[in-house]
């Protein structure tokens, strides 16, 4: 079974006159009106495509360029991030790693200068943006116990509804967080059944396949790449990975990486939303950018591939 998606493909924010949406692969005609709105001071045409069946979830990942503790500039470009994805329609928004703070924390005294409660006022502030949307971000928290957390949050408009400690840390990370002690949460939400992670946890597949086994329709991750080499014309190690989780559990896939250079460290740019068949259907591309893709959560229901072929059912638990 394959899905049915329109992927639009590097909306990023740039004096371009005109942006518009390349469909690929919908059912029907696309509606005939346009949308218009307003990101900045530049105007972009949508064709709208509705209406969708219930289960079509449009995924907007953000890819912004957060300033090392610039808590209130970072907090402000959120903002309107989320305005503008929710503009295009998307139900389900998906921010950077640490995105309220930066990542390239000089030790745990940095990183607590920036740290926040769920009770944060910030969050109330996403809420506000979010209407009717579901939004998934990263931030640095601080826990009840006084520990630093590196952490995602899931927000809609009635406030926070769920939050996440990232269980497997990168690198210097151990020298500033405490690692989670619980599994990602499966969320039900409106737009669909979320499980969010943060960065890391993706190359773990016993982590992602325990939450498919949970219901997962959609990975929403949250992450920082920092960029590696690769042969010319390779996708990102870790999106290559990304694609293997979609495609071994019949999931849908979104990762917001962030742009830009901090404190020297270059990153990968690597936002990408990837179908439950394991391929990418949208990317933001080099810079700050947006990626948006609707997909079909329904078609994760179906872990068949062919008449004899299940992804849950073939495993061998009787042996591992």
């Known amino acids: 079974m394959s899905t049915t998606t329109i992927a639009w493909f590097s909306l990023p924010w ?7 949406p390349c469909a690929v692969a919908y059912p029907g005609a696309m509606a005939e009106s346009n949308v218009q709105f307003w990101l900045g001071q530049t105007v972009h045409d949508v064709h709208a495509g509705f209406p969708y069946s219930s289960t079509m979830v449009r995924i907007a990942c953000c890819q912004l360029e957060p300033t090392i503790g610039g808590l209130a500039a970072n907090a402000e470009l959120i903002e309107a991030q989320i305005r503008a994805a929710v503009q295009v329609g998307a139900n389900v928004i998906v921010l ?11 030790d745990a005294d940095e990183a607590r200068a920036t740290a926040l409660t769920l009770t ?18 990263g931030f640095c928290e601080l826990g009840d116990d006084a520990r630093l957390y590196n952490s995602s949050v899931v927000v809609d408009a009635d406030g926070v509804v769920a939050s996440y400690r990232k269980t497997h840390l990168w690198d210097r990370e151990k ?12 969320v039900k939400t409106k737009h669909g059944a979320i499980a969010v992670m943060v960065c890391y946890d993706l190359e773990f597949g016993e982590l992602t396949r325990r939450v498919a086994l949970d219901g997962a329709e959609l990975i929403a991750a949250p992450v920082n790449w920092p960029l590696f080499p690769r042969p010319e ?3 990102p190690g870790e999106v290559i990975t990304a694609m293997s989780t979609a495609r071994t559990n019949k999931v849908a896939v979104a990762c917001c990486d962030r742009a830009g250079v901090e404190r020297g460290q270059q990153w990968t740019e690597g936002t990408a939303i990837i ?31 062919t008449e004899f072929v299940d992804l849950l059912a073939d495993r061998r638990v009787d042996l591992y």
């Open 14 to 20: 740039r004096p371009w006159a005109c942006v518009k």
């Open 96 to 106: 950077p790693e640490l995105a309220t703070s930066g990542y390239m924390f000089a």
């Open 120 to 137: 944060d006022p910030a969050f109330a502030k996403w809420s506000a943006a979010a209407d009717d949307s579901i939004v998934i971000g």
């Open 175 to 186: 020298l500033i967080f405490t690692p989670g002690g619980a599994l990602p949460p499966v």
């Open 233 to 235: 014309g390779e996708h």
């Open 275 to 305: 179908d439950p068949d394991g391929w990418v259907v949208a990317s933001a591309g080099a810079g700050a950018g947006m990626a948006v893709a609707d997909i079909d959560l329904a078609v994760t229901h179906n872990k068949t591939l």
